[in-house]
């Protein structure tokens, strides 16, 4: 990646955004019905992105099917927290 990239125009980068974004957007509305977890983890992941002042957090949730399988449940935008630093 980086500057030698090839083929990552701004409209390149653009289009690939906006397939992402629906793509999650569809998945995110997809049907937990009939699912059985095992075991269920959330926690609250933060990147020290510095494009703002904030902290972005994003809830994660996993769970573990009974046959040990893992899956990622949701991902969410929850919290942002300016100034501070943890």
Same mark, same amino acid.
């Given at each position: 990646?980086?500057?030698?990239?090839?083929?990552?125009?701004?409209?390149?980068?653009?289009?690939?955004?906006?397939?992402?974004?629906?793509?999650?957007?569809?998945?995110?509305?997809?049907?937990?019905?009939?699912?059985?977890?095992?075991?269920?983890?959330? !926690?609250? @992941?933060? /990147?020290? $992105?510095? #494009?703002?002042? !904030?902290? @972005?957090? /994003?809830? $994660?949730? #996993?769970?573990?099917?009974?046959?040990?399988?893992?899956?990622?449940?949701?991902?969410?935008?929850?919290?942002?927290?300016?100034?501070?630093?943890?």
């Amino acid at each position: 990646m980086g500057k030698d990239a090839k083929g990552l125009s701004a409209a390149n980068i653009t289009r690939l955004k906006q397939s992402w974004e629906q793509e999650y957007k569809d998945w995110n509305k997809r049907s937990l019905q009939g699912k059985r977890y095992a075991y269920i983890w959330v !926690d609250g @992941i933060y /990147f020290n $992105v510095h #494009l703002e002042d !904030d902290r @972005i957090c /994003f809830l $994660v949730i #996993l769970g573990a099917l009974p046959n040990g399988k893992k899956e990622l449940i949701a991902i969410i935008e929850r919290a942002r927290f300016p100034g501070r630093r943890f």
